[in-house]
């Protein structure tokens, strides 16, 4: 099998160790295998990406030693393509118009007397599930703010089959109803942006021959909704290895939000790749 990875991040921020060894996870296993490593900037956000950060962390990808083909895709160069794979679904009656807010809905949760929680917080409890076509479609027309979401209970209903995937940690993952209910209704389209980083990675990885997805196991659920949408889209389903996560002194996950040491910083003090590496626990 065609070996191709790739690291995806956001210019939102400056990178940290725990990218440096997701970068190098996807990078050597490429090597290891004779294949392509490819970077992909995912920069949908617009209100927290910045093209200044992007020839950052391109600096910092080079000076671990990382090399790639460019141009490199951005995905906000090609909002069409995921809004096709949006119509696509929203043709196969697969997504609603979801008008409520953050703060409705946690207020509906609380109600309700609490909710799932997954990875994205507190499950969907479905209140605009229900709303008539025609209903949705006269507030979308006097201008409402909305969402699109995945009807999740219907796309399911297309597959006989439990879902599976492989990952080459894990090994055989089959995806339980309990999985799913700790998922819900996810936003496919986000009013802000028209598209999700669900749509957007999915097609992405398809479009650009993604044969092997290394990353963190905080997207481990993330997973779930893609192998879904890749069934749906009729895209091939890659091959996952979820890593453990960097984290610091106190145990915490390494984040951009938090501050955490950059590679800049490191590099700034003196520390090599090789150094690096080996804190890292990565051969060279």
């Keep these: 099998m065609s ?44 209100n927290r990406c910045n093209r200044e950060y992007e020839d950052l962390l391109k600096r910092d990808l080079a000076w671990l030693g990382l090399e790639w083909q460019e141009p490199t895709r951005r995905q906000s160069d090609h909002i069409e393509d995921f809004q096709q794979a949006a119509d696509q ?14 703060k409705e809905i946690l207020a509906e949760i609380e109600r309700a007397g ?36 995945l009807d999740l209970s219907a796309a399911l209903l297309r597959f006989s089959t439990a879902f599976e995937w492989q990952d080459l940690e894990s090994g055989t993952i089959t995806v339980s109803a309990d999985d799913w209910a700790q998922i819900g209704d996810v936003v496919l389209v986000r009013k ?14 398809a479009l650009q021959g993604i044969s092997h ?8 659920e993330s997973t ?16 996952y290895l979820h890593h453990e996560l960097i984290t610091d002194r106190d145990g915490k996950r390494l984040a951009k939000r938090d501050e955490s040491e950059t590679l800049a910083a490191l590099r ?8 690096l590496r080996e804190k890292l626990g990565l051969s060279l």
């Design 89 to 102: 679904l929203a043709g196969g009656g697969l997504l609603y118009p979801c008008f409520c807010t953050r």
């Design 268 to 275: 700034e003090k003196g520390v090599t790749v090789a150094q």
């Design 3 to 46: 070996v191709t990875t790739r690291f995806a991040p956001s210019p939102s921020g400056l990178l940290h160790a725990g990218h440096a060894y997701s970068a190098l996870r996807a990078w050597d296993f490429a090597t290891k295998h004779g294949g392509n490593f490819i970077l992909r900037i995912e920069d949908i956000d617009f």
């Design 224 to 239: 779930h909704i893609h192998v879904l949408l890749q069934a749906l889209l009729g895209l091939p389903q890659p091959v």
């Design 213 to 220: 997805i290394v990353r963190g196991k905080d997207l481990f």
């Design 114 to 149: 609490g909710a799932p929680h997954g990875s994205e917080g507190p499950v969907y409890p479905g209140t605009c599930r229900s709303l008539s076509n025609d209903e949705g479609a006269a507030r979308i027309a006097a201008g409402e703010n909305y969402a699109l979401r």
């Design 192 to 205: 802000d942006i028209k598209t999700s980083y669900h749509i957007a990675v999915v097609i992405d990885d």
